[in-house]
């Protein structure tokens, strides 16, 4: 009997337990495709955590948002009530976001670490202090860990709360009960950044070998994994750099001959260029050999870190030492944007750090409702030949939802011009009329989103809702109360296919009826997109695939999937493309949608709320 908490089990929910406990007792990997509604949480914890306590491993639930840990958090409180089973439960996020010096959450995470490290060391740090007396942990800190072990599964932000007002250090806290834990939930990085997973894990006294991972929203990890082994050094970094060093003069001297090449290197460029490693190392070489200038700036950056919340001399030494790293699977190009020259050292492929994590696993589960093709997902993070691939049809009732693909415009970079966008705008106008109550739209880009409202309000009289770039929680929270405030009148949101709304939020019930993708977004043709499809086609020959059509159609259903997150939800989804309706695209669309191509719209529509 596995640990499900609920009093029903669906048919795919016990076929997908089934298949967890055999993957764990045989020890091999599984990446599933699991459509919202199935209720994964339930159906990956119930077998996964009388498994692991029959086997002394320790579940990791990992997470791309904080968000994302509350349901986790729910349904192991109601495991813990149904079976009366002890389940010692580690929530945590990043350390900087436990912490509970007010100074911590404007930091960048490097300028944290260090800041950290010295305060413990001067011990300047109250509920550092407070933890930790004389070389080991104190006696009100065993308390607290001993009341929260009691408590079973509680939320990090109740945890950070709790800590803060008893004076003591939420990070710490959460790393003894971690240490305790059958269950830790934590973010990607906990396992899947090199730095944070050392750090963890000797923390922990745990080894990977015995743990089972659990990756939610797995298709967001690609992503997260390139950005973590990529980096990028900036005109404004430098200039910040020659400024901190106004009293080191020999050190800043070294620096402005490294700015001086920086600009040469991007004089006249109007876009981008690729960039060999030696040409910018030829650069740092006027002033010095690149591990000496490194050993020297992140010295001084020590320094300043003492005083001061971050150093620029510590990120430009962090620059220089991800400059001079590995060829194969990165690519190394300047570009001109808005904030002046920028030069990239990007990685393309994940696997060249999830592929050894994972094969270190006892098993690994990754899990998502947009993860198809499952195989590509599969290559990506470097799965063996030996994970079994699993695809889940969806529970919603079919009527319940109306998925179209309307070919009559495109948003091609050739065809942006004012008719297209009045054609656009006309569509969308007639959608946000037909729909009742609340309808969303998500596009590639702010600029194609701000040009297309222009005209939207002259088809349409519902009020429409901007997301902006870089909102706050506040912010965020606000708007969506203020669309949900208008459901029964009814509003638009105009949003970003990347946005926040455009996959982390959800709008339950009849906070939404409608959503229309418009556009297809397709990353830019740029030197970075390029050498992911060359990448690709030199490794299996899938490069337009893996590098630009199947990125892009995964960010189209992820926004897509705003409208219908429960069987008793009802919406309509329309992508307004052309190009959706060509069978090199179509075949990449969830089959579970069944979508209809039609330039009917209105009337479908009109049939659909009838």
């Not at 620096?255 to 910018?280: P, T, W, Y």
């Not at 510590?314 to 220089?320: E, I, K, P, Q, V």
């Not at 592929?355 to 006892?362: A, L, M, Q, V, Y």
Request: aromatic share 10%; glycine share 6%; charged share 25%.
């Amino acid at each position: 009997m596995f640990y499900f908490p609920y009093e029903k089990v669906r048919s795919v929910q016990a076929e997908f337990m089934d298949e967890i406990a055999e993957a764990i007792k045989k020890k091999y990997h599984i990446v599933v495709h699991a459509p919202t509604g199935i209720g994964k949480t339930a159906a990956v914890l119930a077998p996964t955590i009388k498994l692991a306590k029959e086997n002394n491993l320790t579940v990791i639930f990992l997470t791309s948002r904080h968000t994302q840990h509350k349901i986790v958090i729910e349904t192991l409180q109601l495991i813990k009530e149904k079976f009366n089973v002890e389940i010692t439960v580690a929530d945590i996020i990043g350390k900087k976001w436990m912490c509970s010096q007010e100074v911590a959450k404007k930091m960048y995470s490097s300028d944290f670490f260090d800041y950290c490290k010295k305060l413990k060391e001067d011990s300047g740090c109250k509920f550092f202090n407070n933890f930790k007396g004389q070389g080991k942990i104190s006696t009100e800190a065993e308390n607290l860990v001993i009341e929260f072990k009691k408590e079973g599964a509680a939320h990090c932000e109740e945890l950070v709360t709790k800590c803060t007002n008893r004076g003591m250090c939420a990070y710490e806290i959460s790393m003894v009960l971690a240490k305790l834990a059958d269950v830790i939930v934590a973010d990607y990085n906990f396992v899947f950044d090199p730095l944070v997973k050392k750090v963890f894990f000797t923390k922990l006294g745990k080894q990977l070998e015995k743990c089972i991972v659990i990756v939610d929203e797995g298709h967001n990890l690609p992503n997260r994994l390139r950005e973590n082994m990529s980096d990028q050094l900036t005109q404004v970094t430098l200039d910040a750099a020659i400024k901190e060093l106004k009293d080191k003069p020999e050190l800043q001297t070294k620096v402005q001959l490294i700015k001086e090449g920086f600009d040469s290197l991007g004089f006249g460029l109007q876009s981008e260029k690729e960039v060999k490693k030696e040409a910018f190392s030829k650069i740092v070489e006027y002033a010095g050999p690149i591990s000496m200038i490194h050993d020297e700036l992140e010295l001084f950056a020590d320094q300043v870190r003492e005083k001061k919340e971050r150093s620029w001399c510590g990120g430009l030494a962090r620059f220089l030492n991800s400059w001079v790293g590995q060829d194969p699977g990165f690519v190394r190009f300047m570009r001109k944007t808005d904030r002046g020259l920028v030069l990239f050292y990007k990685a393309l492929d994940p696997a060249l750090l999830s592929r050894e994590i994972i094969e270190s696993t006892h098993t690994t589960i990754m899990m998502s409702g947009t993860l198809t093709p499952t195989q590509m997902f599969c290559d990506l993070l470097g799965f063996p030949k030996s994970t079994k691939l699993l695809e889940y049809e969806s529970p919603f009732p079919e009527e319940n939802r109306l998925a179209l693909i309307v070919p009559l415009t495109t948003t091609k970079y050739a065809m942006r011009t004012p008719e297209e966008y009045k054609r656009i705008a006309t569509i969308l106008g007639a959608v946000a009329d037909e729909v009742p109550g609340n309808v969303a739209f998500f596009f590639p880009s702010y600029k194609l989103r701000d040009d297309i409202a222009k005209l939207l309000s002259e088809f349409t009289n519902k009020e429409m809702l901007f997301e902006e770039r870089g909102m706050s929680k506040e912010a965020k929270t606000g708007l969506l109360n203020k669309f949900v405030s208008l459901r029964l009148k009814g509003a638009i949101l105009m949003g970003i296919v990347r946005g926040s709304f455009g996959e982390g939020i959800d709008f339950p019930g009849d906070w939404l009826h409608g959503v229309v993708v418009v556009g297809l977004p397709l990353a830019k043709p740029n030197i970075e997109t390029q050498a992911i499809i060359d990448y690709f086609n030199n490794l299996n020959n899938r490069g337009l695939e893996y590098g630009y059509i199947f990125p892009a159609i995964n960010l189209a259903i992820q926004s897509a999937g705003r409208c219908i997150r429960s069987e008793k939800d009802t919406g309509v989804v329309i992508l307004l493309d052309e190009r959706y309706a060509y069978p090199r695209y179509m075949a990449c669309l969830p089959k579970e949608w069944n979508f209809g191509v039609t330039r009917n719209f209105p009337a479908l529509i009109e049939e659909f709320f009838s």
